[in-house]
């Protein structure tokens, strides 16, 4: 039977939750009927946004993955492209942080500040690559440390007076 009546067949008749009868164009599925009927009994008025459009979700640059992202961020989550650039954002807050503290540090400690540097640094662009991976495009991306100038600004941390 298909959905559309044809000439001469009885529209459907049934009876809504007060016990009004109900003429139904076509029969309705189990979720269109909770719906309607819960429009009807004005469960949805109170909800926000209420008789406006809904806005749209521009996510343009997901493509495919526009759905994937709007259920992990309703989730709380984030793509894991965003997830990482995170992490290298949180590097590079790290070794700035160690930069700071070089400078309050005795000049005995620059073999140890060195070598958290090069720790950090090392996470830092395992981090980068895997952003290349996984991110959707090249604005995503992050550069790679350049070692040189961390090892001069760690010595001119550890000695103010020191001119590169």
Do not use: C
């Not at 001469?8 to 719906?35: K, M, Q, S, V, Y």
């Not at 009994?41 to 993955?65: Q, V």
């Amino acid at each position: 039977m298909s959905q559309q009546q044809r000439p001469g067949d009885r529209p459907l008749i049934r009876r809504d939750a007060a016990g009004n009868e109900r003429t139904a164009p076509r029969w309705e599925t189990l979720t269109e009927r909770l719906i309607r009927e819960a429009v009807e009994e004005g469960a949805f008025d109170d909800l926000p946004d209420h008789g406006r459009p809904l806005r749209p979700d521009d996510e343009t640059y997901a493509g495919d993955m526009a759905a994937a992202n709007r259920v992990l961020r309703n989730a709380g989550a984030a793509p894991p492209w965003v997830e990482t650039d995170k992490e290298v954002r949180q590097r590079l807050e790290a070794i700035e942080g160690l930069l700071v503290r070089a400078s309050r540090s005795p000049a005995a400690a620059s073999q140890r500040l060195q070598r958290e540097l090069d720790a950090l640094a090392d996470a830092h662009d395992d981090a980068v690559t895997r952003l290349e991976g996984i991110a959707p495009t090249a604005r995503q991306q992050r550069a790679r440390l350049d070692r040189d100038v961390l090892r001069q600004r760690l010595t001119s941390a550890l000695d103010p007076d020191h001119v590169a």
